[in-house]
Every structure is written in C-alpha cells, then in structure tokens.
C-alpha cells in the first residue's frame, strides 16, 4: 500500500457550486428587500392613465406575500447551502495530515441538502417572478385591462424565467443521479 500524501480533486467542485448558491440567492434576497421597500400605495408611483386599469387591493397584497415568500425560499436555500458547505469543510478538516481536496461526506445527506437547496431557490425564484408580475401590473395596469406595456412587460418575464428555471432545475436532476 503507498503511504505518500493523496490528492484528490472533487469537493471543492462542490463547495464552489454551494458558494455560487448563496452568491445568486444573496443577490435575489436584495431584490426581494428594494421591492419590500417600495410602497405599492403610492397614487404618484403609477404610470396608469386609465382607471379601469387600476389594480386592485389583492394585487398589492400578493405583491407583499409573494416578497416574503422569495425571501424566505432564498433563506431557507441559502441555510441548507451554507450548512452543507460547513459539514463539508467539517469533514476536510479531519484529514489535515494528508493534502485532499476530496472530504468524505455521506452522499446521500450531500445529495439531498443540495438538492432541498435547489428547490429552496427554485420556489424563491417562482415567487419573486410573481411578485413582478404584480409590480407590473400596479406600475403599468392589471392584466385584464390589455395594456400593451404591461403585456410586453409581462410576456418575457414569464418566457425566460420559467426557460432559466428549467435549465437550472435540468442541471440539478443531472448532478442528483449522477
């Protein structure tokens, strides 16, 4: 059996994947906190002209609930993320006299954290999505009313958001069975 010091390349691909986890879900919880901080109340906060475009109460409070949804998805993704970067780095430090980069960490408790940490962001993503839908609609006029600018406002956000979320959740079902 060779006693030389090993090295192994692999965990540190997925400390950089949890890092880049909390990096995305740290820039959303701020976009999360600027939409909290704006006041859907606001009469002079509205570029509507029409009064049968006029939001209704509901709107502003999905608006509201669907912002404290994000934040708490990208919270609880970002716990999970954090938490698995820790047992990982945890379980690095136990082969201090050998130079690793591989930790030996149950698979199935990596698999799964990342994986309730991809759906953490996921649902956050989905609520932030709607929480703009219903920005849009206070800002340029409800759905309903036909307004172009909320449709050409609306239609790409529900186009590309849904296609990146796809891609993501594609490349998360590929490293769970992989």
Not at 34 to 44: I, K, M
Not at 124 to 129: A, V
């Amino acid at each position: 059996m060779d006693d030389r010091p090993y090295l192994k390349i692999g965990t540190c691909v997925q400390i950089t994947a949890v890092d880049g986890i909390v990096n995305v879900n740290s820039l959303f919880t701020l976009a999360v906190f600027v939409g909290l901080a704006w006041n859907p109340f606001d009469s002079s906060n509205s570029l509507i002209t029409d009064p049968r475009c006029n939001p209704t109460a509901r709107m502003a409070e999905d608006l509201i609930s669907y912002h404290v949804f994000s934040f708490s998805s990208f919270l609880f993704s970002s716990l999970i993320a954090l938490g698995t970067k820790q047992a990982i780095r945890i379980a690095m430090s136990r082969e201090t006299h050998k130079i690793v980069l591989l930790a030996h960490v149950n698979k199935t408790f990596l698999r799964l954290s990342m994986l309730l940490s991809a759906v953490g962001s996921l649902c956050g993503c989905g609520f932030l999505m709607l929480a703009l839908v219903n920005m849009i609609q206070i800002k340029l006029g409800t759905l309903s009313c036909g307004s172009s600018q909320t449709i050409f406002a609306v239609v790409p956000l529900v186009i590309f958001v849904p296609l990146g979320l796809l891609i993501y959740v594609s490349s998360v079902v590929y490293a769970f069975v992989s």
